[in-house]
């Protein structure tokens, strides 16, 4: 199960790459504006080595 409350790693991705933007739970990362093209770490893996996209990250979330 997924809380809301796990941190993950958000990045925003330039055209120069990825930036890290720090570390939050999920609700604060699917609550950034949606203009922003952010990822964030996978809730699962508890490594930060594979980035999702908000809407992978909500729908992880919604199967909780």
Do not use: C, W
Request: aromatic share 4%; charged share 35%; proline share 3%.
């Amino acid at each position: 199960m997924i809380s809301e409350k796990q941190l993950v790693e958000v990045a925003l991705d330039t055209e120069e790459g990825r930036v890290a933007l720090g570390m939050m739970n999920a609700k604060q990362a699917l609550a950034l504006p949606y203009d922003l093209d952010v990822e964030a770490s996978h809730p699962d893996r508890g490594k930060t080595d594979r980035f999702i996209h908000k809407d992978e990250l909500r729908r992880h979330l919604d199967k909780s």
